[in-house]
Each structure stands twice: as C-alpha cells, then as structure tokens.
C-alpha cells in the first residue's frame, strides 16, 4: 500500500487527536482539499480547517474498508463515526463517504483530497423537525422511482 495512503489512514483514525505537525507532514504546502461544504487551498488553510472543524465534535475517527490506487490516485472508502452535541442529543452517529487523493510523486504527501457524502445524512437528517422532513422527501423521492408520471 501507498506511504502516503497508510499515513492518512493513521491520521484519520482519530480525527479530534491530530495537530498542526501532523497535517504538514501528510499534506503538500499546495494542497487543495475539497468536501461538500468547503474547498481549502494550501497547507496553512488545511490546518486551520482541521483545527475548525474539530472543535465541536465529541468524536471522529474514520474507518476505512476500501482502497483503490492507480498510479498516484487513489480511492479510500469509509465510515467516519461522529459525535456533536448537538445532533441527536449527543449520540454517535455513522455516515458512509469516500475520498479521492492524489499523492505526489514521492508517494509522501497528498496534493489533492475530495471528500464526497451526503451532508443532508450528516447535518441536516440529525436536526429532529428537519430530518423528519428531508427523510420524508427522500423517500417520495425514492417511491416515486418505478412510477410512470
């Protein structure tokens, strides 16, 4: 498996123990970084995410179940577990995503990283009223599928 691959797994493993260090020596000094919410350019802008995004979780860490690599891209699949306090009163919760990584040439430091999910399963579904309403979308979206308009 990749160097750099084998890194990021590690370093998500606990995602609220990470510091400052440890993102500069994964990520390249021009990283971009991309998820649903944010697009982050450059190594100082990926640390300071890190350290955002951090703050208002109980937990997070990621387990990986899928990896695939073609040459310096590759593909990670996995379930990040989370707690905010203000989701679902707290408890934990599991989201399914994956991220596509490129790595630099060396295999030692990550020059691009998208992370594609579902932010309304994430956020949006966990707010009680709200996630009432998107669920119940959802699944006339999902029934109206076979049906002939």
Not at 60 to 83: K, P, Q
Not at 113 to 123: F, K, P, R, T
Request: charged share 20%; hydrophobic share 40%; glycine share 10%.
């Amino acid at each position: 498996m990749s160097q750099a691959v084998t890194k990021l797994k590690a370093l998500y493993a606990n995602f609220l123990t990470v510091d400052a260090k440890s993102v500069a020596d994964l990520y390249a000094e021009s990283v971009v970084f991309r998820d649903p919410v944010h697009e982050v350019k450059g190594l100082q802008a990926m640390q300071a995410y890190f350290a955002g995004v951090s703050q208002n979780l109980n937990e997070c860490r990621f387990e990986f179940d899928r990896v695939v690599g073609a040459g310096t891209w590759h593909s990670l699949w996995w379930v990040m577990h989370y707690r905010h306090p203000k989701l679902q009163g707290g408890k934990q919760l599991h989201l399914r995503g994956a991220s596509l990584i490129q790595i630099d040439a060396r295999d030692t430091q990550v020059i691009f990283h998208e992370d594609v999910y579902d932010l309304g399963a994430m956020v949006y579904e966990q707010v009680p009223l709200l996630g009432t309403v998107i669920r119940h979308v959802k699944g006339r979206l999902g029934d109206s599928g076979g049906e002939n308009g």
